[in-house]
Each structure stands twice: as structure tokens, then as C-alpha cells.
């Protein structure tokens, strides 16, 4: 969790500490809490995508390919001197596509968080 949003919680906690509210749990903190995690869900998988990127497939031919959604999968070929036995998945997705897509997952993971007694959020 970056520093600032652990200090920002913690404000909150302490805040509602020193209004008298017991362990310092308020909706707007738990709130905060639930967003902060489904965040770092979506910084994890931004990241491996990222890495995912970071190298382009080797050039081939005579390989065999298959759509799914808006990716294509390509496996095998050969690259003049050497069989490939790779699996590639190859994204088509458009970008404002993805954002779109993103946003919708972030708010269903949001969603499934459910309030449990002690009133912590927890994911199910």
C-alpha cells in the first residue's frame, strides 16, 4: 500500500478514535479500506500485463492460430531453423475497450465486498 493512502487511513482511524468511536471503525473508513484493496488488485494485475509486454513474440510461419473474445492465440511455427512449440496470446482489445472492461471489474470486485460483524469488509 503506498505511504500516502496508509497515512490518509490512518488519519480516518484516528479521527474516529478521538470522536469515541470504538477501534476506530467507521463506514468511511472500512470504505476506504475496501477501495484501497481493490485497487492494489488492479495495480497487480496492470503490472503483469505490463510484463507481459515486455518482449515481442518471435517472427514465425506455418503456425496455428484461433480467435477467443478479442485476443488471438497462436501456437507453434517455425522460424526458418527452429520448430516453436509457444503458446502466444496476442490482445486486440481496443484501449478504450480495456479501460472500459477494467472499470467494470474493479466495480464488481467492489461490490462483492461484504461487511462481516466487527465491521471489517471482506471479500467473498
Known sequence: ?????????????????????????????????????VAEWRVRAIEAERLGLAQPP???????????????????GFTGSLALQQLLALDLELPDERQRRLADAFAVRLDKEVRVPGGAFVLV
Open 58 to 76: 518471435t517472427g514465425r510461419s506455418a503456425a496455428a492460430a484461433a480467435v477467443s473474445g478479442c485476443r488471438v492465440l497462436v501456437h507453434g
Open 1 to 37: 500500500m503506498p505511504f500516502s493512502l496508509r497515512l490518509s487511513l490512518d488519519d480516518l482511524r484516528a479521527r474516529a478514535q478521538s470522536a469515541g468511536v470504538p477501534g476506530g471503525e467507521t463506514p468511511p473508513l472500512a470504505e476506504a479500506q475496501a477501495k484501497a484493496r
